[in-house]
């Protein structure tokens, strides 16, 4: 599939929780102009008040801190907005991730550091496709 041909499942709705401003407007721009429907939160408390708001398909989490802080971050993002494991939480980081840290967190978590957008965008569809098949 080329990215030209790429169209997300389902009209997907993504919420990205990411600590940093203009990381945030760009990865929710970019991800709206592949035809997602986007919403961002800066924190957990506001990622919750947004999946009261709309629940997501799938959450993106990127936050400072190390892989566990993220990690502890993403299970109470989950817990306390009501969701359940169908819900897959992507974490990327920029820093190295330990092999199998995504195994410490179960529940369709996945942990990815993307060499670039579209590693990751490609990296969304494969989740998002796989969540579509679930529901």
Known sequence: MTLATYLPPHNSRILVVEDVQETREAIGLLLEHDGYRVDCARDEQEAIERIQQH???LILVSLSGTPDEVMAASRNIRARGGLSQLTPIVIFSLQIVPDGADEKFPGNVHVIVPD????????????????SRTH
């Open 55 to 57: 629940r997501p398909d």
């Open 116 to 131: 670039n957008f579209d590693h990751l965008r490609c990296f969304l569809m494969l989740v998002l496709g796989g969540a």
